[in-house]
């Protein structure tokens, strides 16, 4: 199995078992939605933006202004701008 195969898998395991239930929803819609169309950089970032605490993602998420500060790259703007 190559390196790319391996983290899209970790990463739709990963989206589907974090323990909030709702975030599990958003994520692993967000997820399908995105996975197929990044490249392997962009899996690795969004390997690390589901591995961050629920709290850090809904404020991100839901909040207008945001106390923390996500890396600015292609994959945060998505999730930022995604719509379940």
């Not at 399908?32 to 962009?42: A, H, M, P, T």
């Amino acid at each position: 199995m190559k390196n790319k195969e391996i983290l899209i898998k970790q990463i739709k395991y990963r989206s589907k078992h974090r323990g909030s239930k709702e975030m599990d929803i958003l994520l692993e819609k967000f997820v399908n939605k995105c996975i197929n169309s990044l490249n392997e950089n962009e899996l690795n970032d969004l390997l690390l933006l589901i591995n961050k605490d629920d709290e850090i993602l809904y404020d991100y998420y839901y909040n207008e202004i945001n106390k923390v500060k996500l890396k600015n790259n292609k994959v945060n703007k998505l999730f930022k701008n995604f719509k379940l």
